[in-house]
Structure formats: structure tokens, C-alpha cells
């Protein structure tokens, strides 16, 4: 019998070299596996620590040895590697599984089709702001697993995505927040949206009566769907209308209150450092959570008016002969796209395409016809973008590089014009991933 692991590792990025590093210091066997390059700096860290790693391949009798296997977000289950595993009775868990684990840390957690990023660094901000000794992880910042296995937090801010949480079993959140679910990486769920929504419930598994839910009650799918389950967590809706039993709500349409501890938290959506409704919401969200670890309401007021936002969301780049740019790289499905547009008050020049993933155009029809007066396609194909839009948009142009892009936006465009980079679509046709996207679009900007 060959050499036998405690743990294999499928992907060496972030996640599954984080998961090595604390495993390693748990005192466990490991063998980290990835069918693709790994970066130099991740083979120098599983080097320092003694991690046995491999590239290029997975050596299917090594994997299969293994008591247990921690595999990244990113493998769908349907890879011929992780069936195997399964075949073998082998149990295949999430990172943020596997850290949850060597932690007593309070761990507040966000999910949702859009918005989960900027919820959850603005929750971690309201934390940091407040003096806590908080970590954001999960989706965004380092490594859940690296920071359990280095640091000693006593909070955690998690953004967690479906992915994630197909892969948590025993996993508990404190405070799980659900901000919305629309249509999102169909094709991960055999284009069934029932299997996406129980997906992102996952997030209130094992919750406890002392923890606490919050969700966003307008959502008509988390709103029919939670009325389908039990969940023993306190709950704390919020909501866009005056309701003042909810944990959140809109007072005369220009005042949020956040409704928390018989304590109202009161402040104008005039302050809010975000823009645009989807903010609002989610600094509800965001206020909700923090009053239920009790933060303050001056700090958690002061937070939300100073909080700058995230690079390749709704990101200003530059105002070029009075066009202004705007990335919205992260917008990478139809949703996020509404709310972009939404939020613009000016003509657009919309740069939007990738890979489509079985998109459906329609929610967007009613903004494009009154805010797009151009759109130049992004993407190797673009045959449904243009099917959709050749009768509603003038002007539309098909490009292949960023440089194209700008430079046929800028031409479309005039001053008082914003050209917007909000793609619809995930970006591997062309690009590395949605942040090579948005930094390519904002250098070629800089460019003109």
C-alpha cells in the first residue's frame, strides 16, 4: 500500500492553499492538487510548510487515498475527478467547512445573487470602525481557512456564494444574511432555479434559536421559499416600504431606519456613501448585522456616509472630454446589470457580453429603451446580446479587446454621456476574470 493523506486538496489558489496551511497546522497528511497552473506565490507557501503539491494533473490513487477531500468553489461537481471521490465514498467538503471548525469566532454571513461583495466589506468596515477584532473572508479578502490557522479574530464577515455553500454541512452562521436570488450560474445547477434557491438557503442550515436571519422580505422567491421551511434562527426582515416591524425599512422614501433592540436608527439615503437602490438595501443589511453584534448607531452612521466603494463595482474611473467611465466589471449577470443602470441618471454608452450564461435579456428591456443610446458588445459571441437589442439600441457595435471597447465608446459617447462597463456575463471568453476585465477596461481608459 502506497503513501496514504488525511486530507486532499483540489485547486491551489487562495482557498485551497489556505485549507493546506491549516491543515498542515492542525497536524494532518496533506496533498494539494490542481489540473492547472499554480501561481509561484502559493508553491512557495505549501513549500515552506511541507505540503506534498502537484500541478497540471491529478493523480487520481494519491486523491483517492485520502480519509477526506477539500475541493475549490470553482470544480463543479460534475468533473470526472470529484464523481470518483464521490464513487468512493470519500466526503468532499468546502474550505469554509473545513475552517469553521478550529474557530469559536462569531461569524456573520452574506449571501445573495449581487451584492455580497460590497455588503460584506461594508459590514467588515462597521466592525473595524467599531473596534472589533473582525476578518472578512469567504469570497473576498484572504483565505478563511489561512486566517483561522494565523490570526485569532473574534469576528468574521464572510461572503459566501452558492458554490461555497454546496459544499457546508456541519458549517453554522451566527448571522446569516440573504440579500436576494435572481437567475445566476444556471449552468452549475442543471439550469434548474429551484436547485440555485435551495442552494443559497443552505446559509440558514444548523442555525440555532439564539442566532438570527436576516433577509430582504421584498425578494418574492426568498419570501416564497421561506414560507416552505422552518428555521429556528430569530429572523429580522427588511424591506423598501414603511413596515416597522421589519429590522429595516424605508420611511417617506428618503430615510432608512434600521429597527434593531427597541433603538431606531435613523439616516437620510442623501448620506449614504453608495449610490443607487441596491445600496440602499444593502446598507440596511449591513446596519441590521451590526446592531445585532452591538454596534453602535453613531459608528454604524458614520461608517455608512465614509465607506468607499469596491474596485469593478459601479467604480468611477475617469471623466474624459465629459464622458465619464464607470466599471462595472463585477456586474456579471442580468440583475447586476438592472441595478447599474438603474443607478445612472445620464445617456449610456453600455458595454456588455462575455459568456452568456443562458441570460434572459427581457428585465432589462424597459432601462435600455430609455437610458442606452449605444452598446458596444464585449465577447466572442455576441449573437443574443444583438438579438435582443438590434431593434431597441441605434447604434451597436461588436469589439473583441478592451482597447476596441473604449475606444468605440468614447466615439459613441458626448459630454454628459457616461460610458458604463457592465458586462452581464462572465468574462473567460476573453479576459482572466472579471478583475483582469475591469483593469484592462480602466488602463485603455486612462489611455485616450
Excluded at 6 to 11: K, R, S, T
Excluded at 278 to 289: E, H, R, T
Excluded at 323 to 335: G, R
Aim: glycine share 6%; with cysteine; hydrophobic share 40%.
Amino acid at each position: 500500500m502506497g503513501l496514504r493523506y488525511d486530507i486532499a486538496i483540489l485547486g491551489a489558489g487562495e482557498s485551497g492553499t489556505g485549507a493546506a496551511v491549516l491543515a498542515r497546522k492542525k497536524g494532518f497528511n496533506v496533498f494539494v492538487s490542481d489540473k492547472g497552473p499554480i501561481l509561484q506565490q502559493y508553491k512557495n507557501v505549501l513549500t515552506n510548510h511541507d505540503i506534498r503539491w502537484e500541478e497540471g494533473k491529478h493523480t487520481e490513487q494519491l486523491i483517492l487515498s485520502a480519509s477526506e477531500v477539500i475541493k475549490s468553489p470553482g470544480i463543479p461537481d460534475t468533473v470526472e475527478m470529484v464523481k470518483n471521490i464521490r464513487a468512493q465514498g470519500i466526503p468532499v467538503i468546502a474550505e469554509i467547512e473545513f475552517a469553521a471548525r478550529y474557530t469559536n469566532a462569531t461569524k456573520i454571513c452574506i449571501t445573495g445573487s449581487n451584492g455580497k461583495t460590497t455588503t460584506s466589506m461594508l459590514t467588515y468596515s462597521i466592525l473595524k470602525n467599531a473596534g472589533y477584532n473582525v476578518g472578512l473572508a469567504g469570497n473576498v479578502g484572504k483565505s478563511f481557512a489561512w486566517q483561522v490557522a494565523e490570526n485569532d479574530f473574534d469576528y468574521y464577515v464572510l461572503e459566501i456564494s452558492s458554490f461555497q455553500l454546496d459544499g457546508m454541512f456541519d458549517f453554522r452562521a451566527e448571522i446569516a444574511v440573504l440579500l436576494n436570488i435572481t437567475p445566476d450560474h444556471l449552468d452549475r445547477y442543471n439550469n434548474s432555479f429551484e436547485q440555485y434557491v435551495k442552494s443559497k438557503f443552505r446559509i440558514l442550515q444548523n442555525q440555532k434559536q439564539e442566532d438570527a436571519f436576516v433577509y430582504f422580505s421584498d425578494d418574492k422567491t426568498i419570501a416564497d421559499y421561506l414560507g416552505k421551511i422552518e428555521t429556528a434562527a430569530r429572523i429580522f426582515p427588511y424591506t423598501s416600504y414603511t413596515d416597522s416591524s421589519c429590522g429595516g425599512y424605508m420611511k417617506n422614501e428618503s430615510t432608512l431606519v434600521i429597527n434593531i433592540k427597541q433603538d431606531k436608527l435613523e439616516m437620510e439615503t442623501r448620506d449614504l456613501s453608495l449610490t443607487g437602490r441596491q445600496n440602499i438595501y444593502n446598507s440596511m443589511a449591513s446596519g441590521i448585522a451590526a446592531r445585532l453584534v452591538d454596534i453602535r448607531k453613531e459608528v454604524i452612521k458614520q461608517s455608512l456616509s465614509e465607506f468607499e466603494n469596491i474596485e469593478h463595482r459601479l467604480e468611477h474611473v475617469a471623466v474624459v472630454r465629459g464622458i465619464e467611465f464607470i466599471n462595472d466589471s463585477k456586474a456579471t449577470n442580468v440583475n447586476s446589470t438592472w441595478y447599474a443602470l438603474e443607478c445612472i441618471k445620464k445617456p449610456v454608452v453600455w458595454i456588455v457580453g462575455g459568456i452568456d450564461k443562458g441570460n434572459d435579456y427581457e428585465p432589462l428591456m424597459e432601462l435600455v429603451k430609455e437610458k442606452v443610446k449605444a452598446i458596444v458588445c464585449l465577447g466572442k459571441d455576441n449573437s443574443r446580446i444583438i438579438s435582443a437589442f438590434e431593434f431597441i439600441v441605434p447604434d451597436l457595435v461588436e469589439t473583441e479587446n478592451a482597447a476596441d471597447a473604449v475606444k468605440a465608446a468614447y466615439y459613441l459617447g458626448d459630454p454628459g454621456d457616461v460610458v458604463l462597463l457592465s458586462p452581464a456575463c462572465a468574462s473567460f471568453d476573453l479576459f482572466e476574470n472579471f478583475e483582469d476585465r475591469g483593469r484592462q477596461f480602466k488602463q485603455k481608459v486612462f489611455d485616450l
